[in-house]
């Protein structure tokens, strides 16, 4: 990730494992609580999940959910007091109440599922000791899953409208979700650049936005102007989810 360069000290090895002891459960959690929540939804949109499968009971999922989230809990009080302010004070509130809560609000539930992911930047800052470097990889992170969640709504719009989730798309149109889309995808190229014109990070940072943001990002808004529907934008959607991890 376009992280790791920015952090100038390596740590510890069991503070590394605290810190992945904390993020793999808790997103693994958060996973299962979502599928428990939106069994009905993934019955329509995503069949093959787990739950909406029938491969495990529907309860398994909440279950599941309280396990992971409570053994995340136990190795996040372990750490720097700013990593556990972040992870149980923000980040555990924001997965626990993102379906039956946030979901549903157009552009805020997108916004949650950012934070969520920009969050781990930032948790990781402070477990190791440089939070204040990691705010501009939280900017980036966040604004490309807000992106991807924009996406992905118009992917979904067929399922979301049948089982009554008031999406950005579901409620404006797809023409209106792809036009969205294209905007978030704009302001997230300028904001990648933001960093190196501030001089905040030098010509590293650059070179690796440029290849690995900028020039995917530029693909995604031609494909979605030649194909603004919803099999198109499910193709940018899997193309956003193997970039931001690039």
């Not at 992911?117 to 470097?133: M, R, S, V």
Request: with cysteine.
């Amino acid at each position: 990730g376009l992280n790791s360069p920015f952090m100038p000290a390596w740590p510890s090895w069991g503070t590394i494992g605290l810190a992945i002891a904390t993020v793999l459960p808790f997103n693994a959690a958060a996973n299962a609580l979502n599928d428990y929540f939106d069994y009905p939804i993934d019955k329509v949109n995503r069949p093959d999940r787990p739950l909406a499968s029938g491969a495990l009971p529907r309860n398994a999922g909440w279950w599941l959910a309280v396990v992971l989230f409570v053994a995340g809990t136990l190795a996040a009080l372990q750490l720097p007091p700013a990593a556990r302010r972040i992870a149980l004070l923000i980040a555990l509130p924001l997965m626990v109440l993102y379906t039956p809560v946030f979901k549903g609000l157009p552009l805020v539930g997108n916004a949650v599922v950012a934070a969520i992911l920009g969050l781990a930047f930032l948790f990781a800052g402070a477990a190791f000791g440089h939070l204040e470097l990691m705010w501009g990889p939280f900017g980036l992170a966040a604004g490309f899953t807000l992106l991807r969640e924009a996406v992905k709504d118009v992917e979904d719009v067929a399922g979301d409208a049948a089982v009554g989730v008031a999406t950005f798309a579901v409620r404006w149109g797809v023409p209106a979700g792809i036009k969205l889309a294209l905007v978030l995808t704009l302001f997230l190229m300028f904001g990648c650049l933001l960093p190196y014109i501030l001089k905040i990070y030098g010509a590293a940072y650059l070179a690796a936005v440029i290849i690995g943001v900028e020039i995917p990002l530029l693909y995604t808004i031609i494909y979605l102007v030649k194909h603004p529907n919803p099999e198109g934008s499910g193709w940018v959607a899997k193309v956003l989810k193997v970039d931001i991890f690039a």
